[in-house]
């Protein structure tokens, strides 16, 4: 992969927040002690996880985390984003658990920065539902009281547009639901979820609170107008549906006649103010007519029902996922919001940014978070309020329906022993937080 690696990143502003990240579900374990997931349920079933694991046990992080919280220290980022377990908070002692995590980060110098749903929704609990957002509110209100002395970054959501495709739309996630199009309720119902949050949070005193949301560039395969057409739909779906209403107090494109309840009244709550807007990148998607692509989305299988395809981008290299390595996609993402809402857009943060490659010596890895910074950095050069970048992920972890195949980590897990490694990522991201300060 071409690199500029030997020359240094330029610095970035003075305060830009440096960071890890990593989700509750993916790496905590401890499974039997916090009630059942929508995850726990969905990789019971046969045939739904790749190399049929769970994440039972995965990283056992709910045990490890003052070894895990030393990694982070001897890493120096300045925040870690993990996500608090909506089932563990339910469960007797579960919120025990978060609280000594932050304070364990807070005694290391790292800044907690928790993110409040990351995809486990309780079993019992359904985002069909309306009423799953106003207990997602009380939920959020029950951390805050808890955590709110020592947290001051807050994030609502992790990707509600993944969470409502893969699990909800074409049943490759928990909980596994194929509704297509009438899985719309569900995106409703998640971003009332964050409006309501926001405000559970600032009753609470909270002051720095954003979103995380997925978005990618949208290329049409070509000029000819029905792919054209279907790449409109494809970026609409995916980036604007779930921006709009939070940046600006409305679904784009009649979306909002599609979903449930008085919808102006609920926009009101989606829209409430925020501090800044996270950003997910990983790649551009290349999207034509339907009928002319491989069929998958993110490697997952996609319904021949759908209006658009996808198709593969060629020419680049490609992760151990089979993602493009696009880093001007970046770019062309934050300067293009940038360009499309102007001032309304808050200040943002990349909440995630990685790839997948095996190996301890992990060279493509640097490569790849080497090019995306300094493609950040072109962003931020051309004007675009930045504040701050967390890489995905702090440590290898349970892929969600890949299993343990996909390894995302700057520090190696051994599933075995659980014996964790840092790789040479690792010590090459450590280096660039020294020349940045």
Request: charged share 20%; glycine share 10%.
């Amino acid at each position: 992969m071409a690199t500029d690696a030997g020359t240094a990143i330029p610095r970035f502003p003075a305060g830009f927040l440096w960071g890890v990240s990593t989700s509750a579900h993916q790496i905590e374990g401890a499974a039997e002690v916090r009630e059942p997931s929508v995850w726990d349920v969905f990789t019971a079933g046969p045939g739904r996880v790749k190399d049929g694991s769970t994440a039972a046990v995965a990283c056992d992080h709910y045990h490890r985390y003052p070894e895990d919280v030393a990694l982070l220290a001897g890493l120096g980022v300045d925040a870690y984003r993990f996500s608090v377990s909506w089932p563990r908070v339910n469960s007797p002692g579960g919120l025990d658990f978060y609280d000594r995590l932050v304070d364990e980060l807070c005694a290391a110098g790292v800044r907690p920065v928790p993110t409040l749903f990351h995809w486990d929704l309780p079993a019992s609990l359904d985002w069909l539902e309306r009423d799953t957002a106003a207990r997602f509110a009380d939920y959020v209100s029950v951390v805050a009281a808890r955590l709110g002395d020592r947290v001051g970054k807050w994030i609502t959501l992790n990707e509600p547009a993944e969470h409502t495709l893969l699990g909800h739309a074409i049943g490759a996630h928990a909980p596994g639901s194929r509704l297509l199009f009438d899985a719309l309720p569900v995106a409703h119902h998640q971003l009332l979820a964050h409006g309501l949050a926001v405000r559970a949070l600032r009753a609470a005193g909270a002051t720095d609170i954003g979103i995380a949301n997925s978005h990618g560039p949208t290329w049409p395969a070509s000029g000819k107008p029905a792919d054209v057409e279907a790449a409109g739909f494809y970026d609409l779906l995916l980036n604007r549906l779930f921006a709009e209403p939070v940046i600006l107090g409305a679904y784009p494109d009649g979306m909002g006649d599609l979903m449930p309840g008085n919808v102006q009244e609920d926009l009101a709550v989606i829209a409430e103010p925020v501090d800044f807007y996270g950003v997910n990148y990983y790649a551009p998607s290349l999207v034509g007519a339907p009928g002319g692509g491989d069929g998958e989305y993110g490697g997952l299988a996609l319904p021949a029902e759908l209006p658009f395809s996808l198709r593969e981008i060629e020419g680049r290299p490609v992760t151990d996922f089979g993602w493009p390595v696009v880093p001007e996609g970046l770019t062309e993402l934050l300067t293009g919001f940038r360009d499309r809402y102007g001032d309304r857009l808050p200040p943002v943060v990349v909440t995630e940014n990685g790839c997948s490659y095996d190996g301890i010596d992990d060279q493509d890895r640097i490569a790849y978070l080497d090019a995306h910074i300094r493609a950040l950095h072109t962003a931020v050069e051309a004007g675009v309020d930045v504040r701050g970048y967390f890489v995905w992920s702090l440590m290898d972890n349970f892929e969600w329906a890949e299993g343990y195949a996909r390894r995302f980590g700057l520090v190696h897990v051994d599933y075995a022993t659980l014996e964790r490694t840092p790789k040479s990522s690792y010590h090459w991201f450590r280096e660039l937080l020294r020349a940045q300060r």
